[in-house]
Structure formats: structure tokens, C-alpha cells
């Protein structure tokens, strides 16, 4: 006698707000570039888009590196510090008739100092990443300040503003647009495919039991913070090189953004999920929400305001987001 089984199909179940937080910064670019798109014709004009897609790839290389810091179950409140020295300090050895080769290298070399600090203090002293950050960031914001005086380098060679303004495709597309794309499809490739990335998110998820399932978890963090010091640099190059000179007070306020557009894309402030991909579309709702916002004629200090809001309500999504997958 052959055995049935009867087997009930699986009920399809419609839950919007599971859908919503899953899915909350889709919607929200969605929306707002729709928006903005009927608000204001000069919305989709070759100027703004241009201009847009020249001032994204710095915050948007940031966002690459604090994504990957987040997701090893880091916070780093520095990384604006370190592009804007590292960024500095490659003006100032331009403008010395430095060739392009020793000065790029010697930005991405005070980065990855900056990074390898950071790194080294909070795990072979056990220091919470926050406050040694936080400390951190003051240290090389006042050193560069200190040095500069809080004066713009000026007098840099004509390469180095074409570093980051050279025209690839009209006036939309840009050499850090370029740079910026390779950098996420790299990044989005180490995270997902190769042992490094694995190991940011073994280590986010659970730091004791990657150390006894034998990864060295003090050696990839300070690899991972060193790697983050590599790309502020490469941020703050690009940074300088759009505005052609070495700005001592730039970036600031991007480490923040960095942060907010990571856990708007997906990544968990607490370590162990998140996607590159993910992040980059947070910076680019981000990104779109400040330029329609500017092109809309909205006061400069409300949008400070209301782009805080935006910071807070990520924040909140990503706890609500928690809560919902540990009730799953």
C-alpha cells in the first residue's frame, strides 16, 4: 500500500511592514527621485546630474569604507579627519612640484597610518572603538589645522585637479565617478566572495566565535581599519582635487552621512549584516534627498535639520529592522 502524505501549501502570507523594512531605502530613492523629478525641472537637467555625480564619489568611497567597518562590528567617528589630512597633505606635496605618483602614494600611506592606529589601540587595548575614534578624529582634525593654520593650500599643478574633474562622457560623467564605481564593484566583490569578507562578518556576528573557529580576529580588524584609512584617503584626494585646492575643514560632517547611509542600506550598527551595495543606494537617497532639497531653494541650515531627521529615522528603521528578525 503506497503511503500518502498529504501536504498543506504553504499560506502566502502579505506582511507590509516586514516588506516595508526590508526594502525602506528602495522605496524612499524611489519616491523622493520621483519627487523631485515633477517638484523641479532642473532636477533631471545634464547640469544638476553632472553636478551631482562630482560631488558623490567622496562621500560615496567613505560610505564604502564605514560599511565595511560597520559590518566587522566597528564604528570609526575619524574618517572624515583622516581624507581631510590625507587629502591636505596631497595638495600641499603637489603644489611642491611632487610627481603624481609619490603623492598619491604618500596620501594613501598616511591613511593607512591613521587606520592602522586606530586599529592597533582598539585591539591591543581594548578600547571601545567610539571613544578612541572620537578622540582620534579631534588629534588629526587639530593637527591638520594646527599646520595649515585653517588656510587653504593653494598653488596645486593642473593634474591634480584633473584627478578627480576630468570629463569621461559630457558633463555627467566625471574621473571620480569612474573611481568611484571601480571602487564599489571591487569592495562589493571582497565582501561577498573572498575569505577577507567573510571574516569581517564572522567577526561582526560574533567576535569569540570566530577567534576559536581559528581566524585572527586582532590581525583582520586591524587589517579592515587600515584598508578604511586607504580609501578615507583616496576620498580626500578626490575631495581636494574637485575643489583644487587642500582644504584643512573639508569633509566634515561626511563620516556621519557615511555611517547613516550604511544602516539606511541595510547594515546593522551591532556587526555582521550588511551588503556594500545596499550602503550605496543609502548614500544615494541620501545624496538625492540634499540635492532636491538645494534645488528647491531650502534654507541650508534646514536642511542640516532635515537631513538630521533623515539620520534619525534610519536609526530607528535599523532598530525596528533588529527587532523584527529576532521575532521572526
Known sequence: MENQVATEPKKFKFDLK????????????IVLFLYFSFASPMFLSAGNIGNFFRQIPAVGILTIAYAMVL????????????????????????????????????ALL??????????????????????LTLGTNYIIRGLIMFVTNGIYITGTPDWFGKLATTKIFGNVIFSNTIIF?????IFSYIMKNTRFGKYCYAI????????LSGIKTDKQVIKVFVIEGMLAAI????????????????????DLLAMAASIMGGTQ???????????????FTLQIFTNGL???????????AVTGAVIIFAIIVDYLRRKAEKNS
Open 294 to 304: 538645494a534645488i528647491m531653494g531650502v534654507n541650508a541650515f534646514m536642511q542640516q
Open 18 to 29: 516586514s516588506l516595508f523594512l526590508k526594502y525602506s531605502v528602495y522605496i524612499v530613492l
Open 181 to 185: 564605481f571601480v571602487l564599489v564593484l
Open 235 to 254: 576620498a580626500g584626494i578626490l575631495l581636494m582635487s574637485n575643489l583644487n585646492v587642500g582644504g584643512p575643514n573639508e569633509g566634515q560632517g561626511l
Open 71 to 106: 559590518i566587522t562590528g566597528y564604528v570609526d567617528l575619524s574618517i572624515a579627519s583622516i581624507a581631510a589630512f590625507s587629502g591636505t597633505a596631497a595638495a600641499y606635496l603637489a603644489a611642491q612640484g611632487m610627481p603624481a605618483p609619490v603623492v598619491i602614494i604618500a
Open 204 to 211: 561582526g556576528s560574533n567576535p569569540e566565535a570566530a577567534r
Open 110 to 131: 598616511i591613511g593607512g597610518v591613521f587606520g592602522a592606529i586606530n586599529g592597533i589601540l582598539i585591539k591591543k587595548f581594548d578600547l571601545p572603538a567610539f571613544i
Open 269 to 283: 550598527f551591532s556587526g555582521g549584516v550588511g551588503t556594500i551595495g545596499g550602503a550605496i543606494v543609502g548614500i
